[in-house]
């Protein structure tokens, strides 16, 4: 089998509201590029990269003379083609990687009738476990408004009814500490031996953070997540909370990884399938966490059905995988998946079952959303429509006002 093009469709995927970080706001859509891989036989590959646009799609098309007859299984030489150390000082295709090679491990199992994960290992588990992901919402057309600790229970309530999940992660950082830490006590009391998890994007000083720590620590804490800024900060505040801490922001990459277990820095390292650099390579950081006794969870980048699969395949494969995944995915309205929505069942999705990544793409709905794409185009994540005068400073100085909506 050998690759004879690859295309790529940036598409927009409208939310139920928009979400609120500390950085800024998921303004009411993600935007991903969904990419496929064409083989001299006929089988397709799928990948997904985070963002699209003119110049995301030139860039996957820019591979195609690296790439054109390269043989899809043949998966470490696709590394050292794009992402060679040398040529990636000037070119950053770390992410380009990922979603190529997501593409050729999908094709791949088309090819040979076997999973994803059965090259990684295969799987361990054919359920991987969802935390509900929370968020201070904006009011959207199909619901939002949430700024409360109640309100926040409230919304917490309703995906727990309807997904079954028994995690619940508050994206916080957006109003001052004390709000966050209301929040999550708020959190606790309604959801009793639920696993709760705050994620401030390391909004605040180690000693706000360490602060907010403190506070929070009699909670059923799984992880506390970047609650500050930089490998240093995240060793400071660990001598003073004792909760497990966990980041997705200071060690993404293997450099990052050999210091952060030389140092004894974080204890919990959440994967991603596209910022690692692939399915493959997000594993392969899974294992090296477990020869050291370290974390590992899932991260979302706000992904569709086809990184999703990444992340079913990855948890699937993952012997170390102690704790429940993130995703955006129930905030989504629709997915570009021949039958939509994949389904949460007891908090937790199944592990498709179909040869390769398991999914399939509905060309119509490709279509509808590149065409909404076109219509509406992306959005700055790091700025605030809510507030169009502030920008994100590290520490966080000027919270969001919580009487303001
Ligand atoms: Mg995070």
């Not at 646009?53 to 998966?75: C, F, M, N, T, W």
Request: proline share 5%; aromatic share 8%; glycine share 10%.
């Amino acid at each position: 089998m050998k690759i004879v093009d690859i295309r790529a469709t940036t598409v927009a995927m409208p939310l139920e509201a928009p979400l609120r970080h500390a950085g800024g706001a998921h303004w009411g859509r993600f935007i991903r590029t969904i990419v496929e891989v064409v083989t001299d036989v006929g089988i397709l590959g799928y990948g997904e990269l985070g963002g699209g646009g003119e110049s995301a799609e030139a860039a996957i098309r820019g591979l195609v003379p690296y790439l054109k007859g390269h043989d899809p299984l043949q998966l470490e030489q696709l590394r050292w083609k794009i992402m060679n150390p040398t040529a990636s000082l000037y070119n950053n295709r770390l992410q380009l990687h990922a979603a190529i090679e997501m593409a050729c491990m999908d094709a791949v199992g088309k090819f040979l009738n076997i999973r994803a994960c059965d090259l990684i290992g295969g799987a361990v588990r054919e359920v991987v476990p969802f935390a509900s992901y929370l968020f201070y919402r904006y009011p959207g057309e199909h619901g939002g408004g949430e700024t409360t600790p109640d309100e926040i229970v409230a919304h917490a309530r309703a995906l727990a009814q309807k997904h079954g999940f028994k995690t619940h992660k508050l994206k916080g950082g957006v109003f001052p500490p004390d709000h966050d830490i209301a929040t999550m006590e708020a959190l606790a009391a309604a959801f009793p031996g639920h696993g709760l998890r705050l994620d401030p994007n390391a909004a605040w000083s180690v000693e706000q953070a360490i602060r907010v720590g403190q506070a929070i620590e009699p909670l059923n804490n799984d992880y506390f997540e970047d609650p500050t800024w930089g490998l240093e900060g995240m060793r400071r505040l660990r001598q003073f909370v004792r909760i497990p801490t966990a980041t997705n922001t200071v060690v993404v990459n293997f450099e990052q990884l050999a210091q952060s277990i030389r140092h004894d820095l974080v204890d919990v390292v959440l994967l991603d399938t596209t910022f690692w650099g692939g399915l493959r390579q997000a594993h392969k950081a899974g294992t090296v966490l477990e020869t050291f006794q370290y974390g590992a969870s899932v991260h979302s980048s706000g992904e569709l059905g086809i990184q999703l699969a990444s992340m079913l395949h990855l948890g699937a494969a993952l012997p170390n995988l102690s704790f429940a995944a993130d995703a955006h995915y129930h905030h989504l309205l629709d997915d570009i998946i021949v039958g939509g929505k994949m389904n949460y069942r007891n908090g937790a999705m199944a592990v498709p079952t179909g040869p390769g990544l398991g999914v399939e793409i509905d060309r119509d709905k490709l279509k509808q959303y590149n065409a909404y794409y076109r219509e509406v185009g992306g959005y700055a994540y790091d700025r605030d429509p809510g507030r169009p005068e502030w920008h994100a400073m590290v520490p966080e100085s000027r919270w969001a006002d919580p009487t303001q909506r």
